[in-house]
C-alpha cells in the first residue's frame, strides 16, 4: 500500500513534536469524522455513562477503563476544531484528540516466489529481479549457531492479525491458557476479553484476531514462522510465541481508540516486543502515554520509520516518532544496502535499517514478497526476541542500545539513521561493536575543493559543473551543504560513460553522493521558476 508522504497521519509505519513550517505543509491528519478519544481527569474514579454523555453534550461509544478514556461521538457536521475545544473545556476533560486513522505500512509488489535475502545475501537476485550485494543481511545464520529462540519470549504483532491456520506459524502461536483450558464464552482470566486464545481483536473487543488482510501474517513470519520443521519459511525465531493483536481492518486501516486499547493489551498480557508496522495521525497524546506504560511495563516498542519518502527529524511520523525510551524507530533497505526509495528516514528519530524491499514472508495461507517499512519492522523486533531469549536480564532499553550500538555501518544509511548501521543479528547477540564500512566514501582518502551554487539560489537555472579527480578508479562527491525544493530542483550526477548515477534534491547536508565509477562526473543542476532555497556547496571529493 503506497501513502502520500505529506499526510502525516498515513498509514504506514510512522512521531514527535515538529516546526510550525513542517505543520504548515501537511495535509489534515486523516480521523474517524465525529469521533473523539477523551481521557478524563485522575479525580473522575466513577461515572454514570448517561450523565458523563449529557456532560460531554456527546454520545458514549466505548470505554477503555484501564486507561481512564472514553471514546465519543459527536455530530458530524461539527468542525474537529470546534468539538476538540468545547470537549477540552469541559472540568471533567484531561486529553481530547480525534479518533485518528492509522493504516499498515507496505509498499505493495507483484506476488512471486522470492528469497529470503535479507537472512542471507549471498547477491542472489530478489523476488523483484535486483542481484544484490553478498553480505548486505542481518546475518542470522552465524546467529542461530547461538540462539534460535525461546517460547518464553512473547512478541505481540500489532496489525491486522495473524493467520491461525498458516502452516508456518500456528506452532509459534502465543496462548493464553487460562482461556484456552477454560470455558467456551467466559472470559476466564477476567481480562475484559471472552476467550481470547491467541490474541485480541480491538475492532470487535473479541478473541477473534484472525488475519483477514495478510499484513499482519507477513510480518509475524519474518519474526517467528517455524524453524527445522521441514517445510515452508523460517523465521528468526524458530521457536517463540507470537500475540496476535488485530487493531488494523481488512483493508489495513485502524483508529487511534483501537491502537490504544491494542497496546493496552499487550502490554497487560505480558508481551516482551511489541511489533508496530503502522502509522498516521498527528501528535496524540494518549497514544504517547499508552507507549510510555509499555515502556515503564519493561516491553520494547518496535515501529516503521514510514514510506512517504521522507525525512521525519522535519516531519513526524507516528508513532515511529515518539521520543519514549523504548521507540526504536526502522527504515529499509534494498538488497544493495541502499536505503529505500519509499523509506523515510532521519539522523535524530529513526535509529537503524533493516531489509524491507521484496521480502518473501507467510501471508494467508500462502507465501508472497512484500516491500515497505512494514517488512523491515518485523526484521528488528525479530532479532530483539531473539536477543532476549539468550540474555532474559536485559532492561528494554539495554536491548534497544544493544540492536542500536551493533548495527554494521553501511554508506547508503550513513547521515539517514541516527546509527547510520544495519541491523545485525550476530553482533547483537554477541555484543559486538561493527567495523567501519570500508565502501563508505566517509572512509576514502579526499581532497578539498568548492564547487557551490549560488546562495540563495536563483529561478530556472541550468548549470553544468564538470569536478574530476586524477587517478581516481572511484569517486564519491561530499556535500557538505545540500537544500533545495524537494523533487523539483534537482542535481544530477552524469558519469563520464554518460549513465546517470543520481538525482538528489531536498534537505540533504553533510551528504556523500552515490559512488561513481571512473575519475570525472558531470553535475547537472536545474531549478523551476518557484521556491529558492539555500542550495549547495561540495567542499571534497572522496576516491580510491
Known amino acids: 500500500m503506497l501513502f502520500n508522504g505529506r499526510a502525516a497521519l498515513v498509514l504506514l509505519i510512522i512521531t514527535g513534536l515538529f516546526s510550525t513550517s513542517a505543520i504548515a505543509n501537511r495535509k489534515p491528519a486523516d480521523a474517524v469524522p465525529g469521533e473523539y478519544v477523551v481521557r478524563l481527569k485522575k479525580n473522575i474514579n466513577k461515572f454514570n455513562t448517561m450523565q458523563l454523555s449529557q456532560s460531554l453534550r456527546a454520545s458514549i461509544k466505548s470505554v477503555i477503563p484501564s486507561l481512564h478514556i472514553v471514546v465519543v461521538k459527536r455530530p458530524v457536521f461539527e468542525t474537529t476544531n470546534s468539538a476538540v475545544k468545547s470537549l477540552a473545556e469541559n472540568p471533567m476533560v484531561d486529553v481530547v484528540e480525534p479518533n485518528y486513522i492509522y493504516k499498515a505500512n507496505q509498499v505493495p509488489n507483484d506476488p512471486m516466489l522470492g528469497q529470503l535475502w535479507g537472512f542471507k545475501n549471498s547477491g542472489q537476485a530478489d523476488s523483484g529481479g535486483k542481484v544484490g550485494i553478498a553480505g548486505v543481511d542481518i546475518d542470522v545464520e552465524k546467529a542461530w549457531d547461538i540462539e534460535t529462540g525461546s517460547k518464553n519470549m512473547i512478541v505481540a504483532v500489532i496489525d491486522t492479525g495473524i493467520d491461525f491456520n498458516h502452516p508456518d506459524l500456528k506452532d509459534n502461536l502465543w496462548t493464553n491458557l487460562a482461556e484456552a483450558n477454560?470455558?467456551?464464552?467466559?472470559?476466564?482470566?477476567?481480562?475484559?476479553?471472552?476467550?481470547?486464545?491467541?490474541?485480541?481483536?480491538?475492532?470487535?473487543g473479541t478473541g477473534n484476531a484472525q488475519d483477514d488482510q495478510g499484513h499482519g501474517s507477513h510480518c509475524a513470519g519474518t519474526i517467528g514462522a517455524k524453524g527445522d520443521d521441514g517445510k515452508g519459511i523460517v523465521g528468526i525465531n524458530w521457536n517463540v510465541q507470537l500475540m496476535a493483536v488485530?487493531?488494523?481492518?481488512?483493508?489495513?486501516?485502524?483508529?487511534?481508540?483501537?491502537?490504544?486499547?491494542?497496546?493496552?493489551?499487550?502490554?497487560?498480557?505480558?508481551?516482551?516486543?511489541l511489533s508496530n508496522s503502522w502509522g498516521g495521525g498527528d501528535f496524540s497524546q494518549t497514544l504517547f502515554d499508552v507507549i510510555d506504560a509499555s515502556s515503564k511495563a519493561g516491553a520494547i516498542f518496535i515501529a516503521a520509520a514510514g514510506n512517504d519518502g521522507s525525512n521525519n527529524d522535519d516531519v513526524a511520523a507516528y508513532p515511529a516518532s515518539f521520543e519514549v525510551e523504548n521507540v526504536l524507530s526502522v527504515a529499509a533497505i534494498n538488497n544493495r544496502g541502499e536505503l529505500a526509495d519509499f523509506s523515510n528516514y532521519g539522523k535524530k528519530l529513526v535509529h537503524l535499517g533493516a531489509p524491507g524491499v521484496n521480502i518473501y514472508s507467510s501471508t494467508g495461507g500462502a507465501y508472497d514478497s512484500w516491500s515497505g517499512t512494514s517488512m523491515a519492522t518485523p526484521h528488528v523486533s525479530g532479532v530483539a526476541a531473539l536477543v532476549w531469549a539468550h540474555e532474559p536480564t536485559l532492561t528494554a532499553v539495554e536491548l534497544k542500545h544493544r540492536l542500536m550500538q551493533s548495527a554494521r555501518p553501511i554508506a547508503g544509511l550513513r547521515n539517514k539513521t541516527q546509527t547510520g548501521g544495519l541491523l545485525n543479528a550476530y553482533n547483537a547477540l554477541t555484543n559486538t561493536t561493527p567495523a567501519p564500512d570500508l565502501n563508505d566514501p566517509m572512509n576514502w582518502q579526499s581532497a578539498e575543493m568548492v564547487v557551490q551554487s549560488k546562495n540563495p539560489y536563483g529561478s530556472n537555472m541550468n548549470e553544468t559543473r564538470v569536478?574530476?579527480?586524477?587517478?581516481?578508479?572511484?569517486?564519491?562527491l561530499y556535500f557538505e551543504l545540500?537544500?533545495?525544493?524537494?523533487?523539483?530542483?534537482?542535481?544530477?550526477?552524469?558519469?563520464?560513460?554518460?549513465?546517470?548515477?543520481?538525482?538528489l534534491s531536498g534537505h540533504n547536508d553533510d551528504m556523500y553522493s552515490a559512488v561513481i565509477p571512473g575519475n570525472t562526473v558531470t553535475a547537472i543542476f536545474k531549478s523551476d521558476s518557484s521556491v529558492e532555497k539555500t542550495g549547495w556547496k561540495i567542499s571534497k571529493v572522496a576516491f580510491r
Open 182 to 204: 477454560g470455558v467456551a464464552g467466559v472470559d476466564d482470566d477476567g481480562n475484559g476479553v471472552i476467550d481470547d486464545i491467541h490474541g485480541f481483536n480491538s475492532i470487535t
Open 246 to 273: 488485530k487493531f488494523l481492518d481488512a483493508n489495513g486501516s485502524g483508529t487511534l481508540e483501537n491502537a490504544i486499547k491494542s497496546i493496552d493489551y499487550a502490554t497487560r498480557m505480558g508481551a516482551k516486543v
Open 467 to 476: 569536478i574530476s579527480q586524477p587517478g581516481a578508479k572511484e569517486m564519491s
Open 482 to 503: 545540500f537544500d533545495t525544493e524537494g523533487n523539483y530542483d534537482t542535481v544530477t550526477l552524469i558519469d563520464a560513460a554518460g549513465n546517470t548515477i543520481q538525482v
